[in-house]
């Protein structure tokens, strides 16, 4: 499958091409979304193709920047991160770049995303515990020159991907 599509830019005036995904592809992705280890063999059984397809197929979806990686998902209680919140950040116009360079050095923080809205970013931030928690909000983030404010939501019960 040859073909591509443009969709959303990443920045503005930067349009991405993106292969075009057939109901297979859909399925692959599926398949290895809610198991990243299946083997091969398995993921061609679950979707009924030869073995040879599924390893084409998986090896251009990752060629392609579709499948960008495998990861394991973990249960941040059972690791030791007993506290986790939503932090929302406001912060100077045009000082995303070198703010997130500054984000990932902070191991607490397990997601951050740009967004549009009555903030800036959002990041997910899992602690020992609350004191770990008062830390990184008020020591780390609030001492980044770029941030303006912050709002901290803390999560009663993570439910997981939906």
Do not use: C
Not at 12 to 39: F, H, K, N, Y
Not at 59 to 87: C, H, M, N, Q
């Amino acid at each position: 499958m040859s073909e591509e599509v443009t969709v959303a830019a990443q920045r503005p005036g930067q349009m991405v091409v993106a292969p075009a995904l057939d109901e297979l592809d859909r399925q692959i992705v599926e398949a290895l979304t809610q198991d990243g280890r299946l083997s091969i063999r398995a993921l061609a059984d679950q979707v009924h193709i030869s073995r040879a397809n599924a390893y084409a197929r998986v090896e251009r979806l990752t060629a392609t920047g579709v499948i960008t990686g495998f990861t394991t998902t973990v249960d941040p209680l059972k690791l030791g991160l007993a506290t986790s919140a939503y932090v929302t950040l406001s912060l100077r116009q045009s000082s995303w770049r070198a703010l997130r360079e500054q984000l990932q050095t902070i191991p607490e923080i397990k997601h951050m995303a740009l967004v549009g809205g009555d903030f800036d970013a959002i990041l997910l931030v899992r602690a020992a515990d609350n004191e770990g928690l008062r830390r990184v909000v008020l020591e780390k983030l609030q001492a980044i020159p770029e941030v303006l404010g912050t709002r901290t939501a803390l999560i009663f019960e993570d439910l997981g991907t939906l």
